[in-house]
């Protein structure tokens, strides 16, 4: 099973700056298979990011996804008041499997 | 917009069983492989169960193996997910999603809860 560990935990950051999250899987994910969601509280999960660096369908260009093998990172380049929320990692290289989430939080 | 829409949520008795659907409007069921992901109260996204576009195939995570049945009926665009032998480590809301890399339609989810 590949573990999805996301870090760091809780980001506190400002309307305007910059947000960098990381998610390290415990083995490579086949074809970089990693999506990123966003969750608002009473909310479902929202699909920003597929295979590692593609933005779902409506996703605005301030979110973009980079990395491969093992280490994948979902960038926001300037934290929109919309954007304070949970996000989580997701690998589909081999079955499936979460990472713990990390909280962006308006500092 | 496609939509999904779980229902089938509730208490029940460790033990005992439910059965969640997750009915699609707006969208062809039979185009896509379904998912169901749970989210424990205050915890984070864990993925359960998925079919393919078929049924042919399912996967399910090692803790609800040989408790939990995921099927579909197509021709009632309609989703299922049989769970029993319910433990309290069950209790959680359950989305139904599209796909079987990445998950694109969501349901807002149902809350079962596993309690005596």
């Known amino acids: 099973e590949i573990v999805l560990t996301q870090s760091p935990g809780t980001l506190s950051l400002s309307p305007g700056e910059r947000a960098t999250l990381s998610c390290r899987a415990t083995?490579?994910?086949?074809?970089?298979?990693l999506a990123w969601y966003q969750q608002k509280p009473g909310q479902a999960p929202r699909l920003l990011i597929y295979?590692?660096?593609r933005r779902a369908t409506g996703i605005p260009d301030r979110f973009s996804g980079s990395g491969s093998g093992t280490d994948f990172t979902l960038t926001i380049s300037r934290l929109e008041p919309e954007d304070f929320a949970v996000y989580y990692c997701?690998?589909?290289?081999?079955?499936?499997?979460f990472g713990q989430g990390t909280k962006v939080e308006i500092k | 917009e496609g939509q999904v829409l779980e229902s089938g949520g509730g208490l029940v008795l460790p033990g005992g069983s439910l059965r969640l659907s997750c009915a699609a409007s707006?969208?062809?069921?039979?185009?896509?492989?379904m998912t169901w992901v749970r989210q424990a109260p205050g915890k984070g996204l864990e993925w359960v169960s998925t079919?393919?576009?078929?049924?042919?195939?399912?996967y399910y995570v090692d803790s609800v193996k040989g408790r939990f049945t995921i099927s579909r009926d197509n021709s009632q665009n309609t989703l299922y997910l049989q769970m029993n032998s319910l433990r309290a480590e069950d209790t959680a809301v359950y989305f139904c999603?599209?796909?079987?890399?990445?998950?694109?339609?969501w349901g807002q989810g149902t809350l079962v809860t596993v309690s005596s």
């Open positions: 999603a599209t796909g079987r890399g990445y998950f694109h339609h």
């Open positions: 079919t393919s576009n078929s049924g042919g195939s399912t």
């Open positions: 997701q690998q589909y290289g081999s079955l499936w499997t």
């Open positions: 295979d590692a660096a």
């Open positions: 707006g969208l062809t069921l039979s185009s896509y492989a």
């Open positions: 083995q490579s994910v086949r074809s970089n298979y």
